[in-house]
């Protein structure tokens, strides 16, 4: 059981153009996911909060009008990276969790953005 | 600033020896603690978690949590070449709550 999915895991764009990342639980029901940035030899940085019917939580120095999320369901939560450029490229990661944590969250297979 | 610290390694074991990583975290409210293994290029996967202080065994990994100490730790015995990747701790004041990373600690297991 819980089973993250998301896509695409690989996505290569032109620089100006918005790409959208879809997370979705499979097999439970997650009133809040997570949004992870990763760079290369670098440690997981959490970007938002993305809460079920409400807007979406993000860390000090994320930009939330360039990383938009929606979770417009308790199945699906979208991270759309607007007017990309070249240093947005990294591994974006979701996760999230059937119960409140306790037994800890489980990660989407990841999204590895290049823009070009 | 709630902080979660681990060693960054690399940490070299020879293949069958136990590996032993360590975790201190700053926040004493803190609740629950994970132990993840990221894989190079992958994302992290779910190895332990612990709340309770001691130790909790799962195959050839054991999480002991001591908060008084505010350490959390994981040993893997008998390890193996494919258990070579990044450990990464994770803790977090519960109920849903965003988890506080450590940057993780490489570890390589050689044949």
Redesign the interface.
């Known amino acids: 059981g819980a089973v993250v999915s998301q896509h695409p895991s690989r996505v290569i764009c032109k620089s100006g153009t918005s790409v959208k990342i879809e997370c979705r639980s499979l097999d439970f029901q997650a009133t809040t996911m997570f949004w992870y940035r990763q760079f290369p030899k670098q440690s997981l940085m959490l970007m938002a909060t993305s809460n079920e019917g409400s807007k979406a939580t993000y860390e000090q120095g994320v930009e939330k009008d360039k990383f938009l999320i929606n979770h417009a369901s308790l199945t699906l939560s979208t991270l759309t990276v607007t007017s990309a450029h070249p240093e947005d490229s990294s591994f974006y990661i979701c996760s999230a969790t059937p119960g409140q944590g306790l037994y800890g969250y489980t990660f989407g297979s990841g999204t590895r953005l290049t823009v070009v | 600033q709630k902080e979660v610290e681990q060693n960054s390694g690399p940490l070299s074991v020879p293949e069958g020896a136990i590996a032993s990583l360590n975790c201190t975290y700053s926040d004493r409210g803190s609740q629950?603690f994970?132990w993840y293994r990221q894989y190079s290029?992958?994302?992290?996967?779910?190895i332990m978690?612990i709340?309770s202080n001691g130790d909790k065994e799962d195959g050839r990994f054991t999480a002991q949590l001591n908060k008084a100490s505010q350490y959390v730790s994981l040993l893997i015995r008998d390890s193996q070449p494919s258990d070579s990747a990044t450990y990464?701790c994770a803790v977090?004041a519960?109920?849903?709550?965003?988890?506080i990373?450590?940057?993780?600690t490489s570890l390589a297991v050689n044949p």
Not at chain 2, 41 to 46: F, N, V
Not at chain 2, 94 to 99: A, C, H, I, V, Y
């Open positions: 629950s994970f290029g992958k994302s992290p996967e779910l978690f709340y990464l977090s519960g109920n849903n709550r965003k988890l990373w450590g940057l993780g």
